[in-house]
């Protein structure tokens, strides 16, 4: 990558350097505490912290997972190109993670479920959704959110250290996966709720710096409109397509709300797109959810998810206003135009806005508080890399591995989470050079474009399933099908052709193309719903004694329910049952033998193994008398009066605040 800042304005001096390392050794301190606190060697212990997390690391949790490095550079970047529209996204989550903490949780933890597959296996029976959930999730996972995750977090280190894009990403990599391997969910929590604090203080540092450096709030309102390139005069006219809006800022760049035809983020997409997404995002997704199922309660679960909708008020103010700012003092950089100049400036030829907030970090702040920025990006690159890796470890043991082998043991289960989490690891380090030539001027945009093609069929199944009891699993499963079709039909042509830019324009038909993806995800999601509801109406419906605590309408059932998937688990409790007796005998035979001494000579090499993943000394006969359904039992669900009151004010309270915020600025 060319372009790369000089020595003066890096991120190389003994100040940042310390304060970097400073940060690194206050992260790995947190895991390893959280590593020998919690109760790692059982499946709950380990993937849900026991069911032991307070609301304020489950509401931090959440918040440091869903803000990624993606969302510095991207928000920022999107903000630099067209304004604070991007910034909806950001608080339309503030009412969806209502729904989350009050609808679709208390049903997960009723069902007694871990995964979102787990939860769908239950409510429709037979093996296929789940299974195609897990699949479309796991590589979601890896080829979207770790590769955009990588691509973003190598912009900010281009730009901050010039250094070796390898070298860096492996040794985040590296470190990431050491803590999310041996600490399990605890340790990501722990550890998520420092990165929130060190997030949020560099961001509110960084922007009172670039509100001085501009003159203030309105001095961005008077600057940001004439924020244009000066070298736009070089362009070829016979060689480029170019118009003034091209190089000219958006004159709705202050507005949330823009035209429903013509705006770069239509309103009713922003409103009606965004949320679907949103609902698919914060609602069904197993990185986010995980964290809510460790809670100790449903009250601390509405309550976390009220302290992350307070902390979702922030990236306007953290990052889109910055990336803004960053367009007005360096105009020729930021809104670069002329691609010859862009590919010198940041190695890409469609634009360079990507680089609004790594330039303003090298070039506004003081030597210790830029290597502080780039902690902040470190945190929230391996924070929301820990995340995806956590709970794709959850998803590939508990949905995929029991199924190839049912009858594995609770130790075994946990060594192949943890064997999965260094083979992403493994696939990511192996996907960098696809990130890196697969750069794009707006990479928020390819984020939530993504999104609308592929997540309103998973959102329209999961809405459905919590709260219409009609749903059967042959209208779920063609529903899936029928709108992943759909999906495809879209977003492979538009990949095909390119997404294009205004120097560049898209080849690809007005009929495929044409419809804007956040109007195009309304559409799939009426769809999908038609569908499903069509075709469970069409076939046999399941029959109430199968859903009592898995919809809605029946989550304070006390009825026996019997488990459309009962006798599938039975053949595994008894797989897992002969297998304990196998290692019961195994383990008299070992007794008796003469082997014995040998092996207590390793005894103490043994139980420091045993240690970092997650297993006490007596592991062994722990195991054999452990069932692993223990995560199985069904929570309670029941709040204290007083503080039920406390959390739904602060409900009010927070979506009158959400309320006031689209107002001010739509």
């Given at each position: ?6 020595d ?6 003994p ?14 301190s947190?895991?390893i505490?959280?590593?020998?606190r919690g ?8 993937f ?23 969302h ?63 699949i ?10 770790i590769?955009?995750?990588?691509f ?57 710096f ?21 070298n ?41 797109g ?27 679960v ?33 809104g ?35 290597g ?31 199924r ?6 609770e ?17 990511s ?20 474009a ?5 997540a309103p ?30 999906g ?12 294009g830019?205004?120097?560049?324009p ?22 999908t719903?038609v ?25 304070h ?31 008299r ?44 039992k ?33």
């Amino acid at each position: 990558m060319e372009g790369l800042p000089s020595d003066e304005t890096s991120v190389k001096n003994p100040a940042d350097i310390s304060v970097i390392i400073g940060y690194f050794i206050l992260v790995i301190s947190v895991g390893i505490w959280s590593m020998f606190r919690g109760n790692r060697g059982t499946v709950g212990g380990y993937f849900l912290a026991g069911r032991t997390m307070t609301w304020w690391p489950v509401g931090a949790s959440l918040f440091a997972s869903n803000i990624g490095s993606a969302h510095f550079v991207g928000l920022a970047g999107t903000g630099a190109a067209s304004g604070i529209a991007v910034g909806g996204f950001e608080w339309i989550a503030l009412f969806i993670v209502l729904l989350l903490g009050w609808l679709f949780v208390p049903v997960y933890l009723t069902a007694g479920v871990i995964t979102m597959p787990q939860y769908l296996k239950k409510r429709f029976g037979g093996r296929r959704i789940s299974l195609y959930l897990s699949i479309i999730s796991l590589f979601l996972y890896i080829f979207t959110k770790i590769s955009v995750d990588m691509f973003s977090g190598a912009v900010f280190i281009q730009q901050a250290l010039g250094l070796n894009i390898y070298v860096a990403v492996i040794s985040l990599l590296s470190i990431t996966a050491l803590y999310t391997v041996t600490g399990g969910l605890a340790a990501l929590m722990y550890t998520d709720t420092v990165q929130t604090f060190v997030i949020i203080a560099g961001a509110l540092i960084l922007t009172a710096f670039s509100f001085s450096e501009v003159g203030g709030y309105s001095g961005l309102l008077d600057k940001y409109s004439t924020a244009m390139p000066s070298n736009f005069t070089s362009l070829d006219p016979h060689r480029y397509n170019i118009s003034s809006s091209c190089y000219t800022p958006r004159e709705d760049a202050f507005s949330l709300l823009r035209d429903a035809t013509t705006g770069d983020l239509p309103w009713p997409g922003v409103l009606f797109g965004t949320a679907i997404a949103g609902i698919w995002y914060w609602c069904t997704d197993q990185v986010i959810v995980q964290r809510c199922l460790a809670a100790r309660s449903i009250t601390h679960v509405k309550a976390g998810c009220i302290l992350c909708g307070y902390l979702k008020v922030l990236p306007m103010f953290l990052m889109v206003f910055p990336g803004m700012i960053s367009r007005v003092l360096y105009p020729d950089e930021v809104g670069c135009v002329v691609p010859e100049e862009c590919k010198k400036v940041c190695g890409t030829e469609v634009g360079c806005s990507n680089i609004a907030y790594p330039k303003l970090v090298v070039s506004v702040l003081p030597s210790g508080l830029r290597g502080l920025m780039l902690a902040v990006m470190l945190a929230a690159l391996m924070s929301s890399l820990a995340s995806v890796f956590n709970s794709s470890s959850t998803l590939f043991t508990m949905d995929i591995w029991t199924r190839i082998r049912p009858q594995a043991s609770e130790s075994e289960l946990i060594i192949v989470g943890r064997v999965w989490v260094l083979c992403i690891v493994a696939v990511s380090i192996c996907w960098i050079p696809i990130v890196q030539a697969a750069q794009s001027g707006q990479l928020f945009d390819y984020i939530q474009a993504v999104s609308s093609y592929l997540a309103p069929p998973i959102a329209s199944v999961f809405l459905l399933a919590v709260f219409v009891k009609r749903v059967n699993e042959t209208g779920a499963f063609w529903g899936l099908i029928g709108g992943l079709m759909m999906g495809l039909c879209r977003m492979l042509p538009e990949f095909w052709y390119g997404t294009g830019s205004c120097i560049f324009p898209s080849t690809c038909p007005v009929l495929v193309c044409g419809v804007h993806y956040l109007h195009f995800a309304i559409i799939l999601f009426l769809c999908t719903s038609v569908l499903v509801l069509l075709v469970s109406h069409c076939t046999e419906p399941i029959d109430e004694q199968h859903l009592h605590r898995l919809v809605f309408s029946l989550r304070h059932s006390k009825e026996e329910r019997k488990d459309l998937d009962s006798e599938q688990e039975e053949s595994g409790r008894r797989a897992r049952r002969e297998a304990r007796e196998k290692m019961r005998e195994k383990m008299r035979e070992k007794h008796n033998s003469d082997a014995l001494a040998a092996q207590q000579d390793k005894s103490t090499f043994r139980r420091m193994i045993g240690r970092l993943c997650g297993q006490s000394g007596s592991s062994q006969s722990h195991e054999e008398e452990e069932e692993p359904e223990a995560f199985e039992k069904m929570p309670d669900i029941s709040e204290d009066p007083g503080w039920k009151h406390v959390v739904d004010a602060n409900a009010l309270i927070m979506m009158s605040v959400a309320v006031f915020m689209w107002g001010f600025y739509a």
